[in-house]
């Protein structure tokens, strides 16, 4: 869980302050530490491919919406832009690991996610890396929906991946 807060914060911070190796930098670290033999778990590659591509599909949902803008960095323009991205495969590695007690909770998973996921998003607005743009309320629903339902995916997913490797 210190991977992903240092992530999580070196991201938002280096997104703002135009830091834009801080995040790769982390996540690097991040996946050397969970990727060891004695903490890796089979299933989080395929867990951060998944998340990677949730993350791209919603983020950039809410940029073309026009509910969100974030700070730019070396992503192409309109897209989500490369230190969400990352963040999204952080988030991956915390699902075998310290999430790994939601997987048999699904719905208090999606709960949690919900009410969380745009807490997050006002700490990066907060912080400089993200622009509410819209003054409607209506993307805080629609985003917490969308998570309500992403992060149960990903942990059904690693439960599901765990039991195809049991079965090998």
Known sequence: MLWMQALWFGAIIGAAE???????VLL?????????PARRVYGDFQLMLVALLIGLILDTT?????????????ALSGRAPLWILLLWAGLA??????????????????VLSALS????????????????????????V???LSWAVSIP????LANHLKQIKQGA
């Open 142 to 144: 629609v985003l917490s």
């Open 62 to 74: 809410w940029v073309k919406l026009d509910w969100i803008k974030f700070a730019p960095d070396f």
């Open 117 to 140: 996921c745009p807490l997050s998003y006002l700490g990066a607005a907060r912080l400089g890396a993200v622009d509410i743009v819209t003054e409607s309320w209506l993307w805080v």
């Open 28 to 36: 690097t670290g991040f996946i050397v530490w969970e990727f060891r």
């Open 93 to 110: 590695l915390t699902i075998n690991h310290s999430l790994a007690w939601l997987q048999s909770r699904l719905v208090l998973a999606g």
């Open 153 to 156: 995916l990903l942990l059904w």
């Open 18 to 24: 135009k830091l834009f190796w801080l995040a790769p």
